[in-house]
């Protein structure tokens, strides 16, 4: 499994980007799709997860309402839409997958539970 995230960049506080993953694995609508970021001196965070099917997703408080998470099955692509960004979200944001034979998501919210992860994109947020 590989996960090649893009779209990160410097922008001002207040403004809005979207970062894109896209996964090279066989059967891509079998994989949960997550985010994660981590700023420097900081522990990783979670940040949104997506079912497989798109339906069903989950946020950290931190983001919610401001964040969107959405996926294009075929095209094998994860999206996180960031809206109204602050300096507080400047971080390396990654990519993260697992394969899942079923729907649900709920219990993903922890780095351990994800085996594959891109090498991240930074998001660097100015005041």
């Known amino acids: 499994v590989q996960l090649q995230a893009s779209g990160g960049g410097l922008v001002q506080a207040g403004g809005s980007l979207t970062l894109s993953c896209v996964a090279s694995?066989?059967?891509?609508?079998?994989?949960?799709m997550g985010w994660f970021r981590q700023a420097p001196g900081k522990e990783r965070q979670f940040i949104s997860v997506?079912?497989?099917?798109?339906?069903?997703?989950v946020y950290a408080d931190s983001v919610k309402g401001r964040f969107t998470i959405t996926r294009n099955n075929a095209r094998n692509t994860v999206y996180l839409q960031m809206n109204s960004l602050n300096p507080e979200d400047t971080a390396t944001y990654y990519c993260?997958?697992?394969?899942?034979?079923?729907?649900?998501?709920?219990?993903?919210?922890?780095?351990?539970?994800?085996?594959?992860w891109g090498q991240g994109t930074l998001v660097t947020v100015s005041s």
């Open positions: 694995v066989p059967i891509f609508s079998l994989y949960v």
């Open positions: 993260v997958a697992k394969y899942r034979l079923n729907n649900t998501i709920g219990d993903l919210t922890t780095g351990e539970k994800f085996p594959h």
């Open positions: 997506v079912s497989r099917s798109g339906s069903s997703t």
